[in-house]
Structures are given as structure tokens and as C-alpha cells.
């Protein structure tokens, strides 16, 4: 299984960015997709996840109205767009992959590598 998470980079407060989070080696329509991210030195947290279909997302309050999740079946991939970024919102992002849907870090079997995203103030 592997995760292959890319599209960060560094903006200006206010401005966008889209990762995106390749998977291949598992059955895509089993699963649960989900985006956290890791400032440094704090904790993993969640931001977003997506069933397979598109059919349910949820978000992080801090990210709700700024930032969407979606999914692109036919290439297994799944897409965070993020607008009106912050600098609160500088971490590295991590994508995962679950058969059952969950904020939890520990809950995530699966982890792509991370993709670092700076917002500048």
C-alpha cells in the first residue's frame, strides 16, 4: 500500500494551495481518505476526510469554509484544496487511508509521506 502525497508549498496569507494524495495497492473503494497535519512540536491532528464515493465528508472546525476535500475515483486520488490560508495553517500534511471512517491519528493504517505547506503572515 502506498500514499503518495504531494502540492504543498509556501504562500502568502490569504492565498491557496491543492495537495493531492496518489494511493495504490489497496482497494480505493474500501476505504476512508483523510488529511491531518503536524505542526512543530504538537500532535498529528485531523483536518479533513472523504468516503471513497465523495458521498461524506467531514472537517475540522479550524478548516471548515476554507478548505475542501475531494476525490477522483478514476485515479485513486484524493484532493485537499485550501483557501484562505493562515498562518496557523503551516504544517506538514499528512494523507491516510482507513476502512473506517475516523479523526483519530491512531485510527489510520495507512500514511503517505507528508507534504510540507508554510503560510507566510
Known amino acids: 500500500v502506498q500514499l503518495q502525497a504531494s502540492g504543498g508549498g509556501s504562500v502568502q496569507a490569504g492565498g491557496s494551495l491543492r495537495l493531492s494524495c496518489a494511493a495504490s495497492?489497496?482497494?480505493?473503494?474500501?476505504?476512508?481518505m483523510g488529511w491531518f497535519r503536524q505542526a512543530p512540536g504538537k500532535e498529528r491532528m485531523f483536518v479533513a476526510r472523504i468516503k471513497y464515493s465523495g458521498a461524506s465528508t467531514y472537517y475540522a472546525d479550524s478548516v471548515k469554509g476554507r478548505f475542501t476535500i475531494s476525490s477522483d475515483n478514476t485515479k485513486n486520488t484524493v484532493y485537499l484544496q485550501m483557501s484562505s490560508l493562515k498562518p496557523e495553517d503551516t504544517a506538514v500534511y499528512y494523507c491516510?487511508?482507513?476502512?473506517?471512517?475516523?479523526?483519530?491519528?491512531?485510527?489510520?493504517?495507512?500514511w503517505g509521506q507528508g507534504t510540507q505547506v508554510t503560510v507566510s503572515s
Open positions: 495497492g489497496l482497494t480505493y473503494s474500501n476505504y476512508y
Open positions: 491516510a487511508a482507513d476502512r473506517v471512517p475516523s479523526a483519530a491519528a491512531s485510527q489510520y493504517d495507512c
